[in-house]
């Protein structure tokens, strides 16, 4: 048998507890502001109670808004930790996807890269062994308009002949 009077007592002193909570809540407020940061041990000074009373959970709601929030649900402590440990895996197993796409990103990107220095250095030896052979044709045909010069040929009329490498409007004017 549970004796009545006890509870009464034990009511009366848990409703004398909250009382004096919620006044030195209020009075922190109007002394520091609304934003202060409400703590145990301020409001232990004020209201005279001990920090060990004012961690139990009937009064710890009325001072603490973290707490407040998760009591203020129903929910469980440890069912609260898994749903965001649960919460965590799920944003890591995102990140580490949109990691693995960037890398894979990057690794196309270099092969492209790596393409086009290739393609670049095909092109370049392309134009060095043109650059080459053309200057073997000048020089070819400049030892073969010195001979004709001193064998006294005119070369006037070689600048009518049309080459290849006149281009076509070149042509129409004359």
């Given at each position: 048998?549970?004796?009545?009077?006890?509870?009464?007592?034990?009511?009366?002193?848990?409703n004398?507890?909250?009382?004096?909570?919620?006044?030195?809540?209020?009075?922190l407020?109007?002394?520091?502001?609304?934003?202060?940061?409400?703590?145990?041990?301020?409001?232990?000074?004020?209201?005279?109670?001990s920090?060990?009373?004012?961690?139990?959970?009937?009064?710890?709601?009325?001072?603490?808004?973290?707490?407040?929030?998760?009591?203020n649900?129903?929910?469980?402590?440890?069912?609260?930790?898994?749903?965001?440990?649960?919460?965590l895996q799920?944003?890591?197993?995102?990140?580490?996807?949109q990691?693995?796409?960037?890398?894979?990103?990057?690794e196309?990107s270099?092969?492209?890269?790596?393409?086009?220095k290739?393609?670049?250095?095909?092109?370049?030896?392309?134009y060095?062994?043109l650059?080459?052979?053309?200057?073997?044709?000048?020089?070819y045909?400049?030892?073969?308009?010195?001979?004709l010069?001193i064998?006294?040929?005119?070369t006037?009329?070689?600048?009518?002949?049309?080459?290849?490498?006149?281009?076509?409007?070149?042509t129409?004017?004359?």
């Open positions: 048998m549970i004796n009545e009077g006890l509870i009464h007592a034990q009511q009366l002193r848990r004398d507890s909250k009382e004096r909570v919620e006044w030195a809540v209020q009075f407020k109007d002394s520091e502001g609304k934003h202060a940061k409400i703590t145990a041990a301020k409001i232990a000074e004020i209201s005279g109670l920090r060990a009373v004012l961690y139990k959970t009937h009064l710890r709601t009325l001072w603490d808004t973290k707490y407040s929030s998760f009591t649900l129903g929910i469980n402590h440890d069912h609260l930790i898994e749903q965001q440990l649960k919460g799920d944003k890591l197993a995102h990140l580490e996807l990691l693995e796409k960037k890398e894979k990103q990057l196309r270099f092969k492209e890269n790596e393409r086009e290739l393609r670049a250095r095909v092109y370049r030896e392309d060095e062994e650059k080459d052979r053309h200057q073997k044709l000048l020089y045909n400049l030892k073969i308009l010195r001979k010069h064998h006294g040929i005119d006037k009329e070689l600048d009518e002949i049309h080459n290849d490498f006149q281009k076509p409007y070149e129409d004017k004359k």
